[in-house]
């Protein structure tokens, strides 16, 4: 089974700022099958980016995917006050999807 | 408008039973895999199990945790699909989101319910 871990656990920082969010499998996967989402208080997730690097539909292009293997990455180039809220990345292979354990963006 | 509704949910004894209904709208049921994900207070995502289209056999996958205790099934004249869940124990207490597997998505989720809150306790 594919572990996804996300670092950091929590990011301060200020509106305005870059944020470079890190998921890690622990074995080499497909992009293909690398989702990322973004979750605020007592709401459901949303889908941001999918097969890696693609913006699911609505997402505002100041957030961006990348990254291939093991490692991916999450950027959202300018941080506006909306954005601040726990951030998942998700792998699906052989008819099961993973979870990362999420990366808290918080207002600095 | 594109929506996903959970039901179902409430307070019930461990080794008890319960069943969540989720109900789509504004799309065409029938023609999407669904999902279900929880988060137990405080914690992260947790895939429990999804369901197939009927054009993909309408068959059913499900996690380790759940799997012999849970089944999923669906009713794509009513746009309904259930999670019935068995055998409950304590650290199944969660919120229970349903989500919709996109035809345009790589397996992302790109359509999710409000979420139902199951609370499994003596």
């Known amino acids: 089974e594919i572990v996804l871990t996300q670092s950091p656990g929590t990011l301060s920082l200020s509106p305005g700022e870059r944020a470079t969010l890190s998921c890690r499998a622990s074995?080499?996967?497909?992009?293909?099958?690398l989702a990322w989402y973004q979750q605020k208080p007592d709401q459901a997730p949303r889908l941001l980016i999918d097969g890696a690097s693609s913006r699911a539909t609505g997402i505002p292009d100041r957030f961006s995917g990348s990254g291939s293997g093991t490692d991916f990455t999450l950027t959202i180039s300018r941080l506006e006050p909306e954005d601040f809220a726990v951030y998942y990345c998700?792998?699906?292979?052989?008819?099961?999807?993973?979870f990362g354990q999420g990366t808290k963006v918080e207002i600095k | 408008e594109v929506q996903l509704v959970e039901s179902g949910g409430g307070l019930v004894q461990p080794g008890r039973s319960l069943r969540l209904s989720c109900t789509g709208s504004?799309?065409?049921?029938?023609?999407?895999?669904m999902t279900w994900v929880r988060q137990a207070p405080g914690k992260g995502l947790e895939w429990v199990g999804f369901i197939r289209s009927k054009r993909f056999g309408g068959t059913t996958e499900y996690a380790a945790s759940v799997k012999g205790r849970f089944t999923i099934s669906r009713d794509d004249s009513k746009s309904i699909a259930y999670l019935q869940m068995n055998s409950l124990k304590t650290e199944d207490t969660a919120v229970y989101y349903c989500s919709r597997v996109g035809l345009l998505t790589l397996y992302g989720m790109d359509v999710w319910g409000q979420g139902t809150t199951v609370t499994v306790s003596s």
């Open positions: 504004g799309f065409t049921f029938g023609d999407y895999a």
């Open positions: 998700q792998h699906y292979a052989s008819s099961s999807w993973t």
């Open positions: 074995q080499s996967v497909s992009n293909s099958y």
